[in-house]
C-alpha cells in the first residue's frame, strides 16, 4: 500500500507561483511514478504532471509547460509541483496519485492506484 499526504494549497493572485508537496509513503514498488492531477468544479479530472521515482523522467500537460515544474527529492519521500505564473483556469483541487509502473506517459486517472485527499488551488483575477 502506499499512502500520498498533499499540501501547500491556498488563494493566490493571477501571476503569482505555489508550491505543492506530496510526501509518500508505503511500499516503493508501488510508487514508481507519482503525477499530479486536478479537477475543477464541473469538470474531470485532468492530467497535470508527472514524474518517474528515480527522477529520469518528468511528463507536462500542454496547459502547464512552461509554467509548472514536478520534482522529488528521494530522502525526504516528497514530489513538488512548483506552479508560476498562475492563472484562474488553474483554479482546481490538485491531487497526488501514485502508480507502480515507471512510465510517465500515461495520463489517465484510471491508470492510478493510489491517491491523496487533495489540496485546493484557487486563483483569483
Known amino acids: 500500500q502506499v499512502q500520498l499526504v498533499e499540501s501547500g494549497g491556498g488563494l493566490v493572485q493571477a501571476g503569482d507561483s505555489l508550491r505543492l508537496s506530496c510526501v509518500v509513503s508505503g511500499r516503493t514498488s508501488s510508487r514508481n511514478t507519482v503525477a499530479w492531477f486536478r479537477q475543477a468544479p464541473g469538470k474531470e479530472r485532468e492530467f497535470v504532471a508527472a514524474?518517474?521515482?528515480?527522477?529520469?523522467?518528468?511528463n507536462y500537460a500542454d496547459s502547464v509547460k512552461g509554467r509548472f515544474t514536478i520534482s522529488n527529492d528521494n530522502s525526504k519521500d516528497t514530489v513538488y509541483l512548483q506552479m508560476n505564473s498562475l492563472n484562474p483556469e488553474d483554479t482546481a483541487v490538485y491531487y497526488c496519485?501514485?502508480?507502480?509502473?515507471?512510465?510517465?506517459?500515461?495520463?489517465?486517472?484510471?491508470?492510478?492506484?493510489?491517491w491523496g485527499q487533495g489540496t485546493q488551488v484557487t486563483v483569483s483575477s
Open positions: 496519485a501514485a502508480r507502480s509502473f515507471p512510465g510517465v506517459g500515461n495520463i489517465y486517472a484510471r491508470h492510478y492506484n493510489y
Open positions: 514524474i518517474t521515482w528515480s527522477g529520469g523522467s518528468t
